[in-house]
């Protein structure tokens, strides 16, 4: 048969797939390999004339620069690895105080930007269009630059309640420190927000199997409560001391002190990243159809029961997708510190560059850095990100 | 029209009152809320309006508004920005005539504030006259595109093949010249700067990343994979790690895996930061867009029996590039937001011509706020405009409506 013939040709090796398939990927690996080759060629040329041998001993010596603003105990003498070690605590701090201020703010925005009040609506819109349309660096000048640095001098600083003294040098709060027997206390609080959590968990099983009320959310909210309580008194009713900052001499002397780069980055990136949070929010509760509140009321249901049982969790699966994405730049959108001079990770890295004269060692460990921050936060978001989706059958 | 009387029509448009108890006093406490936002309101305005007139020092701006413009290029030179400024507004013009709506918002924009920016008071000796009557020529020069654009024999690809050729000269021939030549000397980038760099490095940098980002995206989605591992690999170490470590990258590291002779120029190892940084995002939106393409639309073309670069070429991508148009406008919008730091390594952007001329002249030491705020007025007016023309290109192309 013609057929028989037509198929029992073989097919010319220049067109058959699988080896074209093979071929493309082997010249495609040979040509990134080979870039690679000739670079790190390059490279080991280039540190073989300078005397500079890509090797991480170097991290074990003393780093001999001093650090503003550190969060764990730090001197100059201390090592290179320690230096960025600091840098890395100072980013996180940062970030994560950004992140809940921004989603906070953000939130607000949002609920603002969908208020029916034309007014407060128009106010949310000139903020996320102010922030949206400007480089995060020139809101970082405006800020540092602008407010902070022309913020009064010591003898004549802003008091606000707490106290709170705000001037030139910085920010000085007044902070908690657990007295002598305040890890009962503490403890106490721990246990508290445990076992409220494990109220709640079990309750509410206890009604979704057997349909009988348990008022879960009342119950764990007494014990989130009442266990601190208990604490607070079993560790003799005074389980905090405040440190309170005084005005010694030219400046003050205890309490907690943010220096004004610190907050300068953290109001900045956190009001920036708020607009954009706000936008996600507005996206998401608008996303939820109105048929399904609507329907909801028609069974009888509460407003706050609307809200927390059909809005909420609906919104929350348009949210969560942008907000990784926008917890991520902030993240790395701290990175800018370095133009205020808040020395956080990448800020400490260049100085440790300039310092150790191993720009390739150190700028690998600070990509790594980052890579894995963004990696580990993306992985842990992904896996609430998957519980909230919808399942679909 | 004449139906509303008898109460079938529409109803008539709500009055100013009725519009006013409605939105702002509807109960009680948004009532509250509008007095309280319009107090807020009025007391920042009048803040910033005594403060922009009656406290600030604008000196620092009015001293030298070229400077802002184009740096330090030599003033003898500047008629070749101007050139190319012309170029580009004759095109936008045309592109306006051509593609109607899609520009017309950016185009009139761009025409009033270059009009605006040629009869703006300043008592200044470095815009002199001829300056003044050159930026007036723009928005003539726009018009003319117009209706030359509106031509029934200019078609949108004569358009495109122009942009290519004037984007390609101004970077290339124009602005750079060449050496032992009268007509057009050299000049290094080192005295390029201001809005001239921002613009080179954000339009250089989407328009180099965009074939990048299709090759990665299409990359990612390969099923070879060998090639799909490193698209992979590249895109998520570029986004995972901030735009400052890509830059710094390439002004810094990049030369010691160079052969030691080999000198790049600082202003293209920015412009390559630039492109990578651009390109993995590129990537990740234009594989939305190809995620979004059914399959039913491979498979129909791979019964037509097309072979598999003619199916991408033909049917995958010009449908999901176009479903990717508005994303790619936004993405322009933050890269030309992003571009401000590349003065982190030491290029006169705008940013960096306002830093130096604050660190250079002692009188202006207190001045930040001033110069700063000028320069954030302007990323805002660009970016502002940039994201209502692309709001216009979604609702033209329904994206979203399908």
């Known amino acids: 048969m013609v057929t028989d013939k037509y198929f029992h040709k073989k097919t010319p090796i220049w067109r058959d797939e699988r080896v074209l398939k093979a071929a493309a990927q082997i010249i495609s690996s040979l040509v990134v390999f080979g870039i690679l080759y000739w670079a790190i060629g390059n490279f080991l040329e280039i540190t073989q004339q300078r005397g500079m041998p890509l090797s991480y001993g170097f991290l074990d010596e003393a780093a001999g620069f001093p650090i503003k603003e550190s969060f764990i105990p730090y001197e100059s003498t201390m090592s290179f690895g320690r230096a960025v070690l600091v840098g890395l605590i100072n980013t996180l701090v940062v970030s994560v105080l950004g992140i809940l201020f921004a989603t906070l703010l953000g939130f607000l925005i949002g609920l603002m930007r969908l208020s029916s009040n034309w007014l407060i609506s128009r106010i949310a819109l000139a903020y996320i269009e102010f922030h949206r349309n400007i480089p995060l660096l020139v809101l970082l000048f405006l800020w540092y630059f602008g407010v902070f640095t022309r913020l009064p001098d010591v003898k004549e600083s802003i008091t606000l309640p707490g106290p709170t003294y705000i001037n030139q040098r910085g920010f000085y709060l007044t902070w908690p420190h657990l007295s002598d027997r305040g890890a009962l206390f503490a403890t106490s609080i721990a246990a508290g927000i445990i076992l409220a959590i494990i109220t709640w968990v079990v309750l509410r099983r206890i009604r979704e199997d057997k349909g009988r009320e348990t008022y879960f959310g009342r119950v764990s909210l007494t014990v989130l409560i009442l266990v601190p309580l208990i604490g607070w008194f079993a560790s003799g009713g005074e389980p905090l001391w405040f440190d309170v900052p005084v005005l010694q001499g030219f400046n003050f002397q205890g309490g907690l002190r943010l220096t004004t780069e610190f907050a300068a980055l953290l109001i900045g990136l956190a009001m920036y990243t708020a607009a954009f949070i706000a936008e996600v929010f507005r996206a998401g509760i608008l996303a939820v159809q109105k048929g399904q509140i609507e329907a909801a009321s028609a069974v009888g249901l509460r407003y706050s029961q609307v809200l927390m049982l059909i809005i909420i969790p609906q919104a929350m699966r348009v949210i969560i997708p942008p907000m990784i994405s926008q917890y991520l730049n902030l993240t790395k959108n701290s990175s800018l510190a370095l133009a205020i001079g808040y020395q956080e990770l990448f800020a400490i890295g260049k100085v440790t560059i300039n310092q150790a004269g191993r720009a390739v060692p150190v700028f690998i460990l600070i990509m790594a850095t980052y890579l894995a921050i963004s990696l580990l936060t993306s992985i842990i978001l992904n896996i609430y990100n998957k519980r909230v989706q919808f399942i679909e059958r | ?402």
Do not use: C
Not at chain 2, 49 to 64: E, G, K, S
Not at chain 2, 217 to 245: N, Q, W, Y
């Open chain 2, 1 to 402: 029209m004449t139906s509303t009387s008898d109460g079938v029509g529409p109803p008539s448009p709500p009055g100013a009152m009725e519009w006013i108890r409605k939105n702002l006093f509807s109960n009680w406490y948004n009532s509250l809320l509008t007095i309280l936002g319009a107090t807020v309101v009025y007391f920042t305005l009048i803040n910033i309006i005594t403060w922009v007139f009656n406290t600030a020092d604008w000196r620092p701006v009015t001293v030298a508004p070229l400077l802002y413009l184009v740096g330090q290029y030599p003033r003898e030179e500047l008629w070749r920005a101007g050139i190319s400024l012309l170029m580009v507004t004759f095109l936008v013009g045309m592109s306006w005539g051509v593609w109607k709506r899609y520009v017309r918002a950016f185009a009139i924009f761009m025409g009033i504030l270059l009009g605006i920016l040629a009869v703006f008071p300043l008592e200044t000796t470095t815009i002199t006259l001829p300056i003044r009557a050159f930026m007036l020529i723009n928005p003539f020069l726009i018009y003319l595109g117009y209706r030359i654009g509106r031509l029934q024999s200019v078609h949108g690809r004569h358009v495109a093949t122009l942009w290519l050729i004037t984007l390609l000269l101004i970077p290339l021939v124009i602005l750079p010249g060449f050496e032992n030549s009268s007509l057009l000397p050299k000049v290094p980038t080192t005295v390029w700067g201001g809005l001239l760099i921002t613009l080179l490095l954000s339009v250089g940098g989407i328009v180099l990343s965009f074939p990048i980002g299709v090759l990665l995206a299409l990359g990612r989605r390969s099923s070879l994979p060998v090639v799909k591992l490193f698209s992979i690999f590249f895109i998520e170490v570029v986004r995972g790690v901030p735009l400052v470590t890509i830059l710094f990258m390439f002004s810094i590291i990049l030369a010691l895996f160079l052969p030691s002779e080999s000198r790049i120029d600082r202003v293209i190892r920015a412009l390559m930061g630039t492109v990578v940084f651009s390109a993995a995002y590129t990537a990740e939106n234009v594989r939305g867009g190809l995620q979004a393409i059914p399959p039913g639309q491979v498979e129909a073309a791979k019964a037509m029996g097309l072979k598999n670069f003619h199916i991408t070429i033909l049917i995958v991508l010009p449908q999901a590039l176009r479903l990717v148009i508005p994303t790619i406008v936004g993405q322009f919008i933050s890269l030309f937001k992003d571009t401000t730091l590349v003065y982190i390594v030491g290029i006169n952007d705008l940013l960096g011509i306002g830093n130096a001329v604050l660190n250079l002249n002692p009188e202006f030491v207190r001045l930040q706020m001033e110069v700063y705020l000028f320069i954030a007025v302007i990323f805002w007016v660009f970016s502002y405009f940039m994201s209502y023309a692309s709001l216009q290109l979604e609702k033209a192309l329904g994206v979203g409506e399908r």
